[in-house]
């Protein structure tokens, strides 16, 4: 659906980020393991989340 072909129909969207896209970068940047499943080195915990409606 989205950038990302491979992930179709593997993945559900779960959420959309609105503001602190700076956050995601740093979070693509953690670094990986080399082997499958390529997984971070160092966990990744998300503390802090808000659901902000959507205007319709």
Same mark, same amino acid.
């Given at each position: 659906?989205?950038?990302? !072909?491979?992930?179709?129909?593997?993945?559900?969207?779960?959420?959309?980020?609105?503001?602190?896209?700076?956050?995601?970068?740093?979070?693509?940047?953690? !670094?990986?393991?080399?082997? &499958? &499943?390529?997984? &971070?080195?160092?966990?990744?915990?998300?503390?802090?989340?808000?659901?902000?409606?959507?205007?319709?």
């Amino acid at each position: 659906m989205g950038g990302t !072909p491979h992930l179709d129909q593997n993945y559900t969207v779960y959420g959309e980020v609105v503001r602190g896209l700076d956050v995601v970068d740093r979070i693509a940047a953690v !670094p990986t393991s080399r082997t &499958p &499943p390529d997984r &971070p080195v160092t966990d990744v915990r998300i503390i802090k989340a808000r659901l902000v409606k959507r205007k319709k």
